[in-house]
């Protein structure tokens, strides 16, 4: 068979969480939390799954969740998106970015990526008969160069896929960076696939700005959701779309031939836990106590880095320390040191090395304490 992904291997996410159980490390290399979701969620999952909530869901997922994601939406970024016609329940937001990207590329079509990128954009487009164009974030605090954006759009440009909170940087919009994309695709045919999943884990009062509370923005944009993050159920694979109803009705079509429906206790049980805005009000407070604390430790280990202003991951750069390369660095530290982490070239289409690497601070305390300990060893 020819393969239709050449240059694909293995995801970063696998080799490293294998390597780290192999050696016995603490994982801070694939992002997911160390620690357990809400007893509540849980027994909710229970109690649907014993009362027979246990067949198909209707395709767009069921009613009752569309409704309170389209409340919360409300009271988290001021806009209520029609539950019926402009929410879809998916598979992971893994899946809602697949089957946005399916609806809207075609052979020969280019999208614009800003790199460094999350490993699933580009096959999403490539298997589509699309071609990355890929535009570098700025170097010094991963910030949009808008110049260099606007510099990329072509005659074939159909759509950019965005990622605020950023994973790995934690960058996260401003409304600036907002005016700037809605200027870029007014009076042009482009769409833009928004992976928000980590909405609402951002710090130091900074909020996200969802593109689908944008005047402009809203009408050409798939904004891209996970439970999964929000949750701390990354292994449950729930997500959604929000998307004004005539990309919608094009989404169902891929949706409904990509997965059909989703997991359907799991919608009723976050249809009822999601009532309550505090389960996710405190979710940003939660995570910055453990960006605080890690970032707290890591300056006690020479590495350099800014503070993250979102999304559960720090990056860190050890140039001034050592001029391997980043996957061997990673490699080492999680072998000898004990600790996991992810080489962040593997997000880049060069694979350029600039000798950064992310760890992700989803842990327990104690388990970020003692990896900070065993980071001392670095220096
Ligand atoms: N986008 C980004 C930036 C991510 O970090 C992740 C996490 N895996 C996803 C999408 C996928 O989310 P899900 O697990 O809901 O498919
Ligand atoms: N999004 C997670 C990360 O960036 C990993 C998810 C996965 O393993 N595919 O680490």
Redesign the pocket.
């Known amino acids: 068979l020819s393969s239709k992904l050449p240059h694909i291997g293995t995801t970063i996410?696998t080799v490293m969480s294998r390597m780290a159980a192999e050696e016995g490390a603490i994982n801070l290399s694939q992002?997911y939390p160390g620690f357990g979701a809400d007893p509540l969620l849980l027994d909710l999952v229970g109690k649907y799954t014993r009362e027979g909530y246990n067949q198909y869901a209707p395709m767009a997922g069921i009613p009752q969740l569309r409704k309170v994601l389209a409340e919360k939406t409300k009271l988290t970024q001021g806009y209520f998106p029609d539950p019926e016609l402009e929410v879809t329940i998916v598979?992971?937001?893994?899946?809602?970015?697949f089957s946005a990207v399916t609806a809207i590329v075609r052979s020969g079509d280019e999208v614009l990526v800003l790199e460094p990128a999350?490993d699933?954009y580009e096959p999403a487009i490539t298997l589509n008969g699309g071609t990355p164009v890929y535009v570098p974030l700025r170097a010094s605090d991963f910030s949009v160069d808008w110049e260099k954006v606007s510099a990329a759009i072509s005659s074939k440009t159909r759509a950019i896929l965005v990622?605020s909170p950023?994973?790995p940087s934690g960058y996260v919009w401003t409304e600036g960076d907002l005016e700037q994309l809605a200027a870029l695709v007014r009076n042009r045919d482009i769409y833009v696939v928004s992976?928000e999943?980590?909405e609402h884990i951002t710090f130091d009062g900074i909020r996200h700005i969802s593109l689908g509370a944008h005047p402009e923005l809203k009408s050409k944009t798939f904004v891209?959701g996970?439970?999964?993050?929000t949750f701390h159920v990354?292994g449950w694979?729930?997500?959604y779309c929000i998307a004004p109803e005539n990309l919608t009705a094009e989404f169902r079509k891929v949706h409904q031939y990509v997965t059909f429906s989703t997991v359907t206790p799991i919608q009723y049980a976050l249809a009822e836990y999601l009532i309550h805005p505090d389960r996710y009000l405190s979710i940003p407070g939660f995570y910055e106590r453990k960006r605080d604390v890690f970032v707290k430790g890591l300056e006690k280990t020479g590495l350099h880095f800014s503070p993250s202003q979102g999304?559960f991951f720090q990056l860190a750069s050890y140039g001034h320390l050592s001029q391997v390369s980043d996957r061997v660095l990673a490699e080492r530290m999680t072998r000898e040191l004990k600790v996991a982490c992810i080489p962040t070239s593997v997000f880049y289409s060069d694979k350029r090395d600039d000798k950064i690497i992310r760890f992700c601070f989803a842990k327990e305390e104690a388990e970020l304490q003692e990896a900070l300990r065993r980071l001392g060893g670095l220096g």
């Not at 598979?91 to 970015?97: F, M, Y």
């Not at 996970?226 to 993050?229: A, L, Q, R």
């Open positions: 996410f992002g598979s992971g937001a893994t899946e809602a970015i999350y699933s990622n950023h994973n992976d999943v980590y891209c996970s439970f999964g993050k990354t694979k729930i997500g999304s």
